[in-house]
């Protein structure tokens, strides 16, 4: 047993968690489940204790109890509860699959404690930028990116310094309205967003795949992660999603990471790497794959992507402003309260009422999201009055 390392598994009800959890059952010898987190699905996460019967788990909303309980363990409430799991000295590894703002404070926990941290919360590192980075320094934490992206930006560049690298290419599938038209998007519904064509996914990140404001987080993730300059960071739009991205080196070399898309392998090659475990996903047949199609994104027609990326160049707490808008803009549009095309103009109203200034602390990022979430809010409000709506 000496060899089988212990795993926390923040958001476990999630499809990365869920993930995260297959991996761990093919690999029982390596791999335990110690803790388990949710924010609110108090009744899953009673049905995944239950199977993997770990150390405790925790539930965020402390009203949201579970009806009925069936496990008769170590419940634990709270965000502090949260955060001290993601701490444990008990715990080597800590994935981070929680949504959005609120997985922050349990990424600089578990870096600051020195964890192997296997990060599916890309907010954490967009929002909290070098408080992350900072964290993982300080404690001796080591961050490996579960994003199907930049795993394999960090498996392209194979410890060579990036200062070899001309620049790295993103791929992004295109999302759901690659094809559509920018006349069609006023009929846009929240049904049609989360018909994802290749990757499933969580709703608000499904949302997000659709209007490209994941892209943007993520060109943000990769210039943090890599040190990148953003003039050193491209996207391009691949529909088959095989090609997860691209380094080209400065003496003209691209290396690319290529799979079917699962994000299982990113999965497992956080919690093993740099040893690379056996598996039994599906084999990459390039015969079977068929051509491999890049096209250029259509900037113009998904405004969310540049101004997530200029969110990105101002720094600071921008942002956070652009993360904090763009959660409440897309729970609007999936409660039938905001038409797609809006979530860009609500964020972008949000964005030019706040300035950017340098984040101070951990305290102050709470304060620059409720700010931004307050806003939002009220924007949101002003944009229904004036449609005559009767939802507020």
């Known amino acids: 047993m000496s060899d089988v390392r212990s795993v926390a598994v923040l958001g476990a009800t999630g499809s990365i968690g869920g993930s995260t959890l297959n991996v761990i059952d093919r690999h029982p010898e390596r791999f335990r489940v110690a803790a388990l987190t949710a924010g609110r699905r108090a009744d899953a996460l009673d049905r995944l204790a239950v ?12 009203e949201d109890l579970p009806t009925g309980r069936q496990w008769g363990g170590d419940w634990r409430y709270g965000s502090e509860e ?24 349990s990424t600089l926990a578990a870096l600051g404690a020195g964890k192997r941290l296997a990060l599916a919360n890309k907010e ?17 934490g080591e961050l490996i990116p579960v994003d199907s992206e930049h795993s394999a930006i960090l498996q392209c560049l ?8 001309h620049r790295v290419i993103l791929t992004a599938s295109g999302g759901p309205f690659r094809d559509w038209p920018a006349d069609r998007f006023a009929s846009i519904r929240p049904e049609d967003a989360l018909a994802h064509p ?12 659709a209007t490209l404001a994941n892209k943007a987080l ?27 991205s691209m380094v080209e080196f400065r003496d003209g070399s691209t290396v690319s990471q290529l799979g079917h898309p699962t994000m299982e392998v990113p999965i497992q090659y956080a919690l093993s790497a740099p040893e690379r475990l056996p598996n039994e996903f599906r084999s990459f047949d390039p015969v079977d794959a068929g051509p491999l199609e890049f096209e250029r994104l259509r900037r113009e027609d998904f405004p969310m992507f540049e101004l997530g990326v200029a969110a990105g160049r101002s720094g600071g707490t921008a942002p956070a402003v652009y993360n904090a808008a763009n959660e409440v803009a897309v729970r609007a ?4 309260r905001l038409k797609f095309q809006a979530i860009a103009t609500l964020v972008e109203t949000v964005m030019s009422s706040m300035p950017q200034t ?12 409720a700010e931004a979430r307050s806003r939002s809010r009220e924007s949101l409000g002003t944009q229904s009055a004036t449609r005559g709506d009767r939802t507020p």
């Open 358 to 369: 340098p984040v101070e602390s951990l305290q102050h990022l709470v304060r620059v999201d």
């Open 124 to 140: 954490s590192l967009v929002v909290g930028g070098h408080l992350v980075l900072e964290a993982a320094a300080a404690g001796g």
């Open 51 to 62: 199977c993997w019967n770990p150390d405790y788990v925790v539930l965020a909303g402390v």
């Open 333 to 336: 549009f999936l409660e039938g």
């Open 82 to 105: 949260m955060r001290l799991a993601a701490a444990d000295p008990a715990i080597p590894i800590v994935v981070n699959a929680l949504v959005g703002f609120a997985g922050l404070e």
């Open 198 to 209: 290749t990757w499933s996914m969580g709703d608000k990140i499904t949302v997000d795949s």
């Open 158 to 165: 194979g410890g060579r310094p990036t200062a070899e690298v």
């Open 218 to 244: 993520e060109v943000i993730e990769a210039h943090l992660l890599f040190g990148l300059d953003f003039d050193r960071i491209d996207v391009v739009v691949h529909p088959g999603s095989i090609v997860h």
